[in-house]
């Protein structure tokens, strides 16, 4: 089973996020409160634990949760294999599969501090198309 891990925020871009209990996403905008929402098509980011832990196997030491400015920490699904125009139910949301990786800014803390960043390859976007809270343990289904 798919599921959430974490759920992360910031209130600046180009920072490590905060992990809070719960959060609340507004359809056609994003996680309330966090700095990436809007009208676009990347209001939230999701990475999975297991990119988190490639990471981790080459030796770079205190990755956790919301460290690659990811809304959402997911476990047990390749997100990045999801086509672009999957749609997600995660909680009580919907969400659409925008964008596979992005180009990295040098300017994101993690490749400040290591010189590398897994985001850009693994890490995916969405559009939420129905709102709702989403806490981690949440489950993950492809619909």
Not at 31 to 40: N, R, S, Y
Not at 68 to 78: L, R, V
Not at 108 to 120: L, T
């Amino acid at each position: 089973m798919a599921k959430v891990v974490a759920i992360s925020i910031s209130k600046t871009k180009g920072v490590p996020k905060e992990n809070i209990e719960e959060g609340n996403f507004i359809e056609d905008f994003g996680l309330e409160g966090d700095a990436h929402a809007g009208k676009w098509h990347r209001q939230v980011s999701l990475l999975g634990v297991e990119s988190i832990n490639k990471m981790k196997d080459i030796g770079i030491k205190g990755l956790c949760s919301g460290k690659f400015a990811e809304n959402i920490t997911t476990e047990g699904i390749n997100l990045y294999e999801l086509p672009v125009g999957s749609k997600l139910e995660i909680g009580e949301t919907i969400q659409e599969v925008t964008q596979i990786g992005k180009e990295c800014h040098s300017g994101c803390a993690i490749f400040q501090q290591i010189g590398q960043c897994i985001m850009p390859k693994e890490g995916i976007f969405t559009k939420v198309i129905k709102g709702g809270k989403i806490k981690s343990g949440d489950e993950i289904k492809i619909i």
